[in-house]
């Protein structure tokens, strides 16, 4: 197959079928997607969308990269937790990470190699398959169809058949939603439908309508896409070589003076070492009540993150920076330097412990929520930064970016299937068993991975949560049960629902 079509060529079989693919690809997206809500559609879209792009590249793809096996197995388990979990935050979050991912992906797999996979502008090349690429073969389709229909016409005939099909195009619009309006508006005229196929009579202008443009934009979106990774542009090699009349010039290098690393790392560290020798009489005593001067629990807890944050923030910027920029130099002052970074991890380390025991106290003190929870989740990832830091500090050929790209989405995977709701249902039902107090409109709001322990919880409560349950399975009996939007924690909580109201 031809990497480059010239002006006069024929429209090539691969063109022909793999507009038909993306015909095909968004009939099942709008099956999957319109009008139901998202579950097993997901995965299983994801993969038939592979196999379009696999199809159709398959001479091209590249499979050796082990960064490209494990996005593949990190964008398929995200896409199965729409069938297997039920937490809405990370539905929205896992929408917008899913088709990033696969951005990425899929230059990995067929873009050109221009960039590592660890470098910023992975992003824009992934970016410009979404934009650019597409929006250069917006009219490759009318082209290649005006090229098939017209190869074998004359100049005089095509003028007129051009105009015909013009005419064509729109009146059918038209015609669709006219005949749409009639049969809706007059009983008999869908009558006089019913000797075509019953299922034109019974469509809707708002229903077929509404799909027929759903399937022709996203027939465009699929096609143009895939089209891009097959023709892509051609790289501009006068903006790339610079001309010869111009003198080239190296690019200068940002570097730190290894004396002004260090002068700024002791006056930084010196702040940082105090505040973490005050914060350990915090840090020990508020477990037996010594909190600040008028400070209560949720007060000293909420600051003190808020601290963590933008020192942490502030400490890691400093690290990169120290580590990226400065020069390297041997013997004592290099050592120095060193020496300087593992205390600045060391009191990031403290200062993120001390953070993390404030969170404990005000959660014994006022229960879990999400909120926390995905708090309690991020202090242990930048404990697990600043880990991989410190060793970057002893080997410097590490690349602290990979490291970190594959520890964000390692770790983003784990949060999506540790099961949030259910860590926090069963946290609070601990709390309530040593304090006797438990907040049941809150418990009840959790998603249906949450529902099981609930009735559990009712069942040895003597119906302590009956009134919410029922509540629960009303709400849930109403919702939509067409198969594309099956989700396996919604089929187990009402099905446990049904038989515990019915006991």
């Given amino acids: 197959m031809d990497d480059k079509m010239s002006g006069t060529s024929l429209p090539k079989p691969s063109f022909l079928s793999a507009f038909a693919g993306a015909i095909v690809l968004a009939l099942v997206h709008q099956y999957l997607f319109y009008g139901h809500g998202l579950g097993v559609s997901m995965p299983i879209f994801v993969i038939v969308f592979y196999a379009y792009m696999y199809v159709f590249n398959r001479d091209r793809i590249q499979l050796g990269s082990w960064i490209g096996r494990l996005l593949s197995v990190i964008i398929i388990m995200l896409a199965l937790t729409y069938a297997l979990f039920n937490n809405p935050v990370l539905y929205v979050l896992n929408a917008l990470a899913i088709p990033a991912l696969i951005s990425v992906h899929m230059v990995l797999l067929l873009g050109e190699k221009r960039y590592g996979w660890s470098e910023p502008g992975m992003i824009g090349q992934a970016l410009s398959h979404w934009f650019y690429q597409n929006m250069r073969h917006i009219a490759t389709p009318f082209r290649m169809f005006k090229r098939a229909a017209f190869r074998n016409v004359k100049d005089e005939r095509k003028r007129v058949l051009g105009k015909v099909m013009i005419g064509l195009l729109i009146a059918l619009p038209l015609l669709f939603i006219i005949v749409s309006l009639l049969a809706s508006a007059d009983g008999m005229f869908e009558e006089l439908l019913s000797g075509i196929p019953a299922w034109i009579g019974t469509w809707s202008f708002g229903s077929g309508m509404l799909r027929l443009i759903w399937v022709c934009f996203f027939t465009f979106c699929f096609f143009c896409y895939l089209w891009g990774f097959m ?31 260090a002068t700024v790392l002791i006056v930084m560290n010196l702040v940082y070492v105090v505040f973490v020798v005050l914060q350990f009489g915090y840090l020990f005593g508020a477990w037996e009540g010594a909190l600040p001067e008028g400070t209560s629990y ?11 944050v933008m020192v942490t923030g502030i400490n890691f910027v400093l690290m990169i920076s120290v580590l990226k920029w400065t020069e390297f130099s041997s013997g004592i002052l290099q050592k120095i330097n060193s020496g300087l970074l593992y ?8 200062m993120l412990y001390s953070g993390y025991t404030r969170l404990v106290m005000y959660e014994e003190a006022y229960g879990y929520t999400y909120t926390r929870y995905l708090v309690h989740a991020f202090m242990i990832f930048l404990g697990l930064l600043l880990l991989i830091a410190a060793v970057r500090i002893h080997i410097r050929q590490l690349p ?17 299937y540790v099961g949030i709701d259910v860590r926090i249902a069963e946290n609070n039902l601990e709390r309530y068993r040593t ?17 099981p322990l609930l009735i559990e919880f009712s069942r040895k409560e003597h119906g302590a949560m009956d009134e919410y349950l029922q509540g629960r399975l009303m709400s849930m009996t109403r919702e939509e049960t067409a198969w594309p939007a099956f989700n396996w924690a919604k089929y187990r909580a009402q099905q446990e629902l049904q038989d515990y109201i019915l006991e």
């Fill in 231 to 261: 023709h892509p542009a051609p790289r501009d090699t006068e903006r790339e070589v610079q001309s010869p009349a111009v003198p080239y010039h190296e690019p200068v290098a940002i570097k730190f003076d290894p004396v002004i690393t």
């Fill in 343 to 350: 205390i600045l991890v060391g009191c990031s380390g403290v």
């Fill in 400 to 416: 602290l970016a990979k490291y970190y790209i594959v520890l964000a989405l390692v770790a983003y995977v784990v949060v999506n």
């Fill in 298 to 308: 949720a007060e000293y807890a909420r600051r003190g993150f808020g601290e963590l």
């Fill in 435 to 451: 304090t006797s107090v438990i907040d049941k409109e809150y418990l009840s709001g959790l998603s249906a991975d949450a529902v």
